[in-house]
């Protein structure tokens, strides 16, 4: 079936103007998260969605940085005031809960200039 | 929090030889070891998980272990294949789920044909 699905798959965007990424998680699944990853790094934890509610926002690095999920499906990570140091490749995951492992996206690949 | 480290950071063998990736980690309360393999470009994807309950698993030609002691975990791929080239980040987690996983820093391993 269909996985993790993220758009846009690029991003370019000037300093201080406002993003937003979109995540559609695979159907059925629960939980969904978001990970920020910079070059030659490992992904980091931004913030844990189950259902509607953020069940973990823990991981966000500022009050720049907010994430939604409506109807808990598709979600959107949404950046104020885009600063150079926030250019990563941003993922998306889902698992269907509890003990189960999580599904990857392909990232969006997020270029402040 | 969490402190995952990895190493090493690069790894080269040959065609046929084994490769070993370790990790060690900090909160004793982890429970849930993943490893994911992320080609170039593309999403991370896992190839084995380990819980806290058993100290080794085993899927083809790999396999993980963990020392839940000394708080290391362990990554072995035999018969190795050019194919296997990629990074492979571990990870770490509390209350046996994936949620709010820690990622170590990463291996890039190459397979020499």
């Known amino acids: 079936g269909a996985g993790v699905s993220q758009t846009p798959s690029n991003k370019v965007t000037e300093k201080g103007k406002y993003v937003e990424l979109r995540c559609d998680p695979i159907?059925?699944?629960?939980?969904l998260y978001w990970y920020r990853q910079s070059l030659g790094q490992g992904p980091e934890f931004l913030i844990y969605f189950q259902g509607t509610g953020a069940a973990d926002d823990s991981g966000l690095p500022n009050d720049r940085f907010f994430a939604v999920r409506p109807e808990g499906s598709v979600s959107t990570l949404k950046i104020q005031r885009t600063e150079r140091g926030d250019s990563a490749v941003y993922l998306c995951?889902?698992?269907?809960?509890?003990?189960?492992?999580?599904?990857f996206g392909n990232g969006t690949r997020l270029t402040v200039t | 929090g969490e402190n995952v480290e990895q190493h090493p950071s690069t790894l080269s063998v040959q065609e046929g030889d084994s490769a070993v990736i370790k990790c060690t980690y900090s909160?004793?309360?982890?429970?849930?070891f993943p490893w994911y393999k992320q080609e170039l470009g593309k999403r991370p994807q896992l190839i084995i998980d380990i819980r806290s309950n058993v100290g080794e698993k085993k899927d083809q030609r790999i396999a993980v272990t963990l020392n839940k002691t000394a708080k290391h975990f362990s990554l072995h791929i035999t018969e190795t294949q050019p194919e296997d080239s990629a990074v492979y980040f571990c990870a770490a987690s509390q209350g046996g789920s994936a949620r709010q996983l820690t990622f170590g820093s990463g291996t890039q391993l190459t397979v020499l044909p």
């Open positions: 995951a889902s698992s269907p809960g509890g003990n189960s492992p999580l599904h």
């Open positions: 909160d004793s309360a982890s429970n849930y």
């Open positions: 159907s059925g699944h629960t939980a």
